[in-house]
């Protein structure tokens, strides 16, 4: 169990250190595209997971790991991958394509596996998308 977390919210404001897995897990399920709109929590220099928004129970999940190179993904659903949605980031509407807003729900126990083990896996009904940035 990986309790070594750094962990910001946009609610808080604040980098906290040595934060417990299932202390992260409980600010993403917190999200609510309002006044909680951004988890950011990063394990040592090997990896960060980011996830955002929460309005209409929809989240943007990013996984970034920088060993042995960087990579960069962003969880994705079969949706249209045409059209495009909005979720709410830190006061900002930000649209992105409908397929990379996910559902809370959906999102909440990944996430808790991503922190546990600090690996992203290979989740059924949803994929990891590699983006180049």
């Known amino acids: 169990m990986l309790n070594d977390w750094r962990l910001y919210t946009d609610e808080s404001g604040i980098e906290q250190k040595h934060v417990a897995w299932h ?7 917190q999200l609510n ?17 980011v996830v ?15 060993e042995p190179e960087e990579q960069h993904y962003v ?16 006061g900002n509407e930000v649209t992105f394509p409908v ?9 909440v126990p990944l996430c808790g596996d991503i922190l546990r083990t600090c690996d ?3 989740p059924t009904e949803l994929t990891w998308l590699p983006v180049q940035m």
């Open 23 to 29: 202390e992260v897990l409980k600010e993403i399920a």
């Open 33 to 49: 595209g309002s006044s909680r709109t951004l988890v950011h929590a990063a394990y040592g220099d090997h990896v960060d997971l």
């Open 52 to 66: 955002a928004g929460g309005n209409n129970g929809q989240v943007l999940v990013q996984w970034k790991e920088h």
């Open 75 to 90: 969880l994705t659903t079969d949706k249209h991958p045409g059209v495009m949605a909005g979720l709410v980031i830190e």
């Open 99 to 107: 397929s990379w807003c996910v559902p809370l729900e959906k999102a």
């Open 120 to 122: 992203k896996g290979e």
